[in-house]
Structure formats: structure tokens, C-alpha cells
């Protein structure tokens, strides 16, 4: 759920800026980089948190 609303606000920052003024684009690729690591740092971390949940039942 997370992860969606972090993708849904990358494309509305995206969208604006591209709509309002395209020259600004540039500027927004910082931000756009540390939502797509921060998205996989949470994938990253939900399957680690399942596989360990995972192993813990097999015991």
C-alpha cells in the first residue's frame, strides 16, 4: 500500500512538473531517485521480513 502511494506521488510530481514548466524537470531527477530507492528499500524489506516469518513457521 505504501509502495503505491509512493509510486502514485512520484507520476503526480512528475506530471505537474512536466505540465507546468518542462525545464524543471531536471531538478525533480534527485527526488525521483530517492522515492524509487526508498520504494525498493521497502520491497526489499517486506520480502526479508517474509522470508524470515517464513523460516520461523518451518521450525
Do not use: H, P
Request: net charge positive.
Amino acid at each position: 500500500m505504501i509502495v503505491a502511494i509512493l509510486i502514485v506521488r512520484l507520476m503526480v510530481i512528475l506530471g505537474v512538473t512536466a505540465l507546468l514548466d518542462v525545464s524543471a524537470l531536471a531538478d525533480t531527477i534527485i527526488d525521483s531517485i530517492a522515492i524509487v530507492i526508498y520504494v525498493a528499500l521497502i520491497i526489499l524489506g517486506a520480502r526479508m521480513n517474509r522470508k524470515q516469518s517464513g523460516s520461523l513457521k518451518l521450525r
